[in-house]
């Protein structure tokens, strides 16, 4: 069976410092997406990142980056120098198909992070 | 930019009402879907669509029901809403190839 685990149920942080997001996954495909989402508190997901079984390659955008490690099922999200503006909370997803990955995904529990001034 | 809108930001409803929550999308898109969210629980997928009337079951669809005329309309229906229904219920979209895309959830409580 398919499942994302998200550990960290809230995370605290003061801002500038550095925090990581822990995402762990099951699947027995081989092929597969992996995404990250922020929901800020006005309540709408935005889409943050994707990326495909093949591509082990770390992702960085500003101040966030991705590390993904098919070796011990982890997609992790690390954002570094925390803003205020960071707070929210953050969900790791599996799309059920590689075919579709527009289609079902498998979400986790979500992390809460606060990020204070 | 894709816009997904749903009807109602909050909505307040009694015990056995029949309860509509509309979600449209105005970008072509195939795929739609129905989401409810609880703390601790993250999304749990009750309804998803992947063309005009046309729908199946997602994770926990008991008590809900669906219906998709249009491609671009997905209506969420409580057919006798409990209170156990109380909650944040999300609706996206997507293209088979592309992420989803969210709207922005409607809060609803059933007293």
């Known amino acids: 069976a398919q499942k994302v685990t998200q550990a960290q149920t809230e995370i605290s942080v003061v801002e500038k410092e550095d925090v990581t997001l822990d995402c762990v996954y099951e699947?027995?495909?081989?092929?597969?997406?992996l995404f990250w989402y922020k929901q800020p508190p006005s309540g709408e997901l935005v889409f943050l990142i994707r990326?495909?079984?093949?591509?082990?390659q770390n992702e960085i955008s500003g101040r966030y980056s991705w590390n993904f490690q098919k070796s011990t099922s982890s997609f992790n999200f690390t954002i570094t120098a925390s803003q205020v503006v960071d707070s929210a909370v953050y969900f790791c997803?599996?799309?059920?198909?590689?075919?579709?990955?527009?289609?079902?995904?498998?979400f986790g529990q979500g992390t809460e992070l606060s990020v204070k001034p | 930019d894709v816009k997904v809108t749903q009807s109602s930001r909050y909505l307040v409803k009694r015990t056995g009402e029949k309860v509509f929550l509309e979600c449209v999308q105005d970008?072509?898109?195939?795929?739609m879907f129905w989401y409810r969210q609880d703390p601790g629980l993250g999304l749990r997928l009750i309804y998803f669509?992947?063309?005009?009337?046309?729908?199946e079951k997602g994770d926990i669809p008991e008590g809900y029901s669906v219906s998709r005329e249009k491609k671009e309309r997905f209506s969420l229906i409580l057919e006798s809403a409990s209170t156990n229904q109380t909650s944040m219920y999300l609706c996206?979209?997507?293209?088979?190839?592309?992420?989803?895309?969210f709207g922005d959830g409607t809060r609803l409580s059933i007293l």
């Open positions: 970008m072509d898109h195939e795929n």
């Open positions: 669509s992947y063309d005009v009337k046309m729908k």
């Open positions: 699947t027995r495909d081989t092929t597969y997406y």
């Open positions: 990326r495909n079984s093949f591509d082990e």
């Open positions: 996206a979209s997507s293209l088979f190839d592309q992420p989803q895309h």
């Open positions: 997803a599996l799309s059920e198909s590689f075919y579709n990955q527009g289609g079902k995904l498998i």
